[in-house]
């Protein structure tokens, strides 16, 4: 396949074993063929720098973040922390790739005069901008674990603030049930014509249930390491919601919406089936392609001898969130 033969040896594996991918180009192989000038120059272009060893790696808009509070309720898990060179190397940002090889393509992201706006069913609709985004809201570090759908799993410290912060500010009115979460999009920068995924139903959107995004475990990170995000972990502002999946973890927002239905979602409009609404990680409910019941820890080694460890459920995080689902 066109799009095996041109990535790096050690992504073969990869490709085999990450089934967002595996569906995406599946899926779209009839139109990846077509595109197939476009997507081979990109796909070799990203490859091949990931595997460089350029130091700072046109990282260079991350900036330290100076005042932050650990919060001692979210300073450990039992695993360590996974390195930052790797949890910033190795992604899933489907706007810039199919590959977990993006983040040069992500600094086309352009986060000059960004703006989040927060409206619907709220009695303060709020824009917030870049700064509002670092100043608005007290930070903290919280280190989670993450756990993506497709069975690899980090260890990452977070710097950001709860969901429940924002809520407060904006005062979501009785009628609001559900929030809809919109990432940028913008067909020129992102899935430009002749892309491999043109034609998904972008812009990626998430959503939750009003409940879900008050719970004390439900968080916005504007930063990770210290630092700003990079923009391949979804600068300047992405969901963090450790009990499910990583893709309900919609990257670079630009829109909150709360809403009275339950909005559509990105993976749940694609395949149903395969990526519910909910998404909580439950290690007895397999995947309909894969099992559910292991990850691996995704390291610096080759995704062959990255270490297999037991998934739990609510990736661990029940005695926080467990009573949202009796
Ligand atoms: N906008 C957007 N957000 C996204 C995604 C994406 O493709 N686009 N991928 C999701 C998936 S599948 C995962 S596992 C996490 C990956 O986050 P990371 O790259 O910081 O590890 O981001 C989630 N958020
Ligand atoms: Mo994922």
Not at 135 to 159: D, G, N
């Amino acid at each position: 396949m066109a799009l095996i033969r041109i990535v790096p040896s050690w992504e073969i594996s990869e490709n085999q074993i990450t089934p967002e991918s595996v569906f995406m180009n599946r899926r779209r192989f009839m139109k990846s063929l077509i595109g197939a000038g476009l997507t081979a120059s990109a796909l070799s272009l990203t490859g091949c720098q990931a595997t460089s060893k350029t130091a700072n790696p046109g990282n260079n808009l991350v900036q330290e973040i100076p005042d932050f509070t650990k919060n001692p309720n979210f300073a450990e898990v039992n695993r360590p922390v996974t390195a930052e060179d790797v949890a910033t190397k190795y992604n899933n940002f489907y706007e810039y790739g199919g590959t977990k090889s993006i983040w040069q393509a992500a600094q086309a992201l352009p986060l000059e005069d960004w703006k989040v706006e927060v409206s619907g069913l709220v009695k303060n609709p709020t824009t917030y901008d870049l700064e509002d985004l670092q100043k608005k809201f007290p930070l903290e570090e919280r280190i989670y674990r993450f756990r993506c759908v497709e069975a690899w799993a980090m260890v990452v410290p977070w710097l950001g603030f709860p969901m429940r912060a924002l809520m407060a500010a904006v005062e979501p009115n009785s009628d609001a049930k559900f929030v809809q979460f919109t990432s940028f999009y913008d067909p020129k920068i992102t899935t430009g014509p002749g892309f491999w995924a043109n034609g998904y139903p972008w812009p990626y959107t998430e959503g939750l249930r009003i409940e879900e995004m008050a719970n004390d475990l439900a968080f916005f990170a504007v930063g990770m390491y210290g630092k700003t995000l990079p923009k391949q972990n979804g600068a300047p502002l992405r969901m963090v919601l450790p009990w499910k999946y990583g893709f309900k973890g919609a990257k670079s927002i630009v829109k909150i919406e709360f809403l009275k239905q339950k909005p559509a979602t990105f993976w749940n409009t694609l395949a149903p089936d395969e990526y519910g609404f909910e998404a909580n990680v439950n290690p007895s409910k397999p995947h309909p392609r894969w099992s559910q019941a292991t990850e691996r820890i995704v390291s610096s080694k080759p995704s062959f001898s990255w270490k297999k460890q037991p998934t739990l459920p609510y990736n661990g995080y029940g005695e926080y969130v467990a009573s949202l689902y009796s």
